[in-house]
């Protein structure tokens, strides 16, 4: 019989809009430790979501501190973690200086909506908010990234004094993440292709997109694939293990769900509401608000996948802002009882348009009403 210390693990990170959770996983694929700890972004206006680079590492290092605890405790030691993989919040913004390794700015949270009058400015340049759609896969809304990277280079003078340094960067979480825990600057495909910056067939960034966007390949990461190492992590707890994987949270949860074939789908209820359909190795461009995306590419020579889309900006989240913000519960639990209590909704409806309509609609001038109150 092999003893605890022959046995290996894999370590996941999952960075979310609202927490931070670490998973040591065994060769079963069963969940040995985890550690999960919530916390809250910054609303600095109305529609603006932001949070700082560094509480989003610190609350990474809180949640494998915690999670190596519950391991030691069960005999197990984290030289046994042969591979970590980092599942993140995708569209989300960090803009640093590559000199420093600090963030310039609070990194815009993907559901952010102040960027809508420069929306309605790109849209009007562009001649429709589908102009690069068969470049990208995606429309010109509040929801991606180059939109916010576009705001933050008119509006953020430290990031325009990085400019013209020459030492400015962008970056998706996953980015951001690995840069800060291995030193290397790249991003995975699924996460590019939430950017609006990557060419979905060619898996470079586009030139006519950054032109458009007004940003620098230089400030772009190095596109790599959804699985292979991208680098060792320098230090702390998990110190000379490489980081292997690296997927967009609503792919993660495709190829965790199983969604190899095409055909297959999966449907996610978190802060928002996502449901991915595996299209197979060709990107399908919906002609009905769906947005075209990169599934996954599971090694540098493998084949994508592709899928199509539909993104709902609030589920999950109305239930914190609830328990949070009106006091209506304690905890999400709550609801369901409450629910029980009554036969029907009577014609009430609350539409969570917190940041906007997202698809197939794509409207960032709706805002959250309770109808049907008599």
Known sequence: MSSKSDEVFIGAIDQGTSSTRFLIFNVKGQIVASHQCEYENHYAKAG??????????????????GTCRRFNSLGYDASQIKG?????????????????GEALTNAIIWNDVRTKPLVRQLIDEAGSAT???????????????????????????????????????????????IYKMTGNYVTDVTNASRTMLMDIKTFKWSQECM????????????????AEVYGKIQDGRLEGIPIGGCLGDQQAAMVGQSC???????????????????????????????LTTVGYQLGPDATPKYALEGSIAVAGSA????????????????????????????????????????????????????????
């Open 211 to 226: 032109e458009f966007f007004g940003v620098r390949e230089s400030e772009l990461p190095e596109i790599r694939s959804s």
């Open 260 to 290: 190899f074939d095409a055909g297959e789908a999966k449907n996610t209820y978190g802060t928002g509401c996502f449901m991915l359909f595996n299209t197979g190795e060709k990107p399908i461009f919906s002609k009905n608000g769906l």
């Open 48 to 65: 603006w979501v932001e949070k700082s680079p560094t509480e989003i590492l610190e609350s990474i290092d809180t949640a494998i501190a």
């Open 319 to 374: 239930i914190q802002w609830l328990r949070d913000k009106i006091g209506l519960i304690v905890s999400p639990a709550e609801m369901g009882f409450l629910s029980d209590t009554v036969d029907n909704n009577g014609g009430v409806y609350f539409v969570t348009a917190f940041s906007g309509l997202f698809a197939p609609y794509w409207r960032d001038d709706a805002r959250g009403c309770i109808v049907g109150l008599t």
């Open 84 to 100: 970590v993989g980092i599942t993140n919040q995708r569209e989300t913004t960090v803009a640093f200086d590559i000199e420093t």
């Open 131 to 177: 102009r690069f759609a068969s470049i990208n896969g995606l429309p010109i809304t509040t929801y991606f990234s180059a939109v916010k990277m576009r705001w933050m280079l008119e509006n953020v003078p430290e990031v325009q004094a990085a400019r013209e340094r020459g030492t400015l960067r962008f970056g998706t979480i996953d980015t951001w993440l």
